[in-house]
T-cell receptor, first 113, second 113 residues
Framework: EPEVTQTPSHQVTQMGQEVILRCVPISNHLYFYWYRQILGQKVEFLVSFYNNEISEKSEIFDDQFSVERPDGSNFTLKIRSTKLEDSAMYFC???????????FGPGTRLTVT | DQQVKQNSPSLSVQEGRISILNCDYTNSMFDYFLWYKKYPAEGPTFLISISSIKDKNEDGRFTVFLNKSAKHLSLHIVPSQPGDSAVYFCAASETGGGNKLTFGTGTQLKVEL
């Protein structure tokens, strides 16, 4: 069964450093998303991406965040200068024709020290 | 911002019995609702969805009921199995919102032998 994959599973970085989280969505999906879950809190939407552009973003997704689909398979989330409060589990998701039905990857745990 | 609420943080059910998980929402613009299951250290797994034009959707042991007038939905699992023990999240989306999912806080289901 096709699945969304994410790398790395755990990333530790120092405050102020740039990080890139990588995702490989399900191959025939056209819609791509990033969510995050801070420990003990809800899963929160960050951004949706379709046809090589952002279709929606939350207020969390400020100028420090960017997304890219550099080739036909990868989807990345970059945080330019990490803050302590960026520590969270980051989930990538994708959807196809049934675009509301989003399939999530296993997540990347980001720890900012 | 509590547009999607799951008021029961936990639920314990005996194997073979029915599990009923509840979810309330406040945003009348939501038109698509989903249930996800999540195990620790994994991403949310899509279970079942329902459009706002329906009041019931069934898939095997899982049935979702939607009461639009009450802004309430529920997930029924029959019969419950020990492998169903996980956190269950309700999520909602509205047309034109970039497919953004708004999640509830989750209900921890424990199915006991």
């Amino acid at each position: 069964e096709p699945e969304v994959t994410q790398t790395p599973s755990h990333q530790v970085t120092q405050m102020g450093q740039e990080v890139i989280l990588r995702c490989v969505p399900i191959s025939n999906h056209l819609y791509f998303y990033w969510y995050r879950q801070i420990l003990g809190q809800k899963v929160e939407f960050l951004v949706s991406f379709y046809n090589n552009e952002i279709s929606e973003k939350s207020e969390i997704f400020d100028d420090q965040f960017s997304v890219e689909r550099p080739d036909g398979s990868n989807f990345t989330l970059k945080i330019r200068s990490t803050k302590l409060e960026d520590s969270a589990m980051y989930f990538c998701a994708s959807s196809g024709a049934a675009f509301y039905e989003q399939y999530f990857g296993p997540g990347t745990r980001l720890t900012v020290t | 911002d509590q547009q999607v609420k799951q008021n029961s943080p936990s639920l314990s059910v005996q194997e073979g019995r029915i599990s009923i998980l509840n979810c309330d929402y406040t945003n009348s613009m939501f038109d698509y609702f989903l249930w996800y299951k999540k195990y620790p250290a994994e991403g949310p797994t899509f279970l079942i969805s329902i459009s706002s034009i329906k009041d019931k959707n069934e898939d095997g042991r899982f049935t979702v009921f939607l009461n639009k007038s009450a802004k309430h939905l529920s997930l029924h699992i029959v019969p419950s199995q020990p492998g169903d023990s996980a956190v269950y999240f309700c999520a909602a989306s509205e047309t034109g919102g970039g497919n953004k999912l708004t999640f509830g806080t989750g209900t921890q289901l424990k199915v006991e032998l």
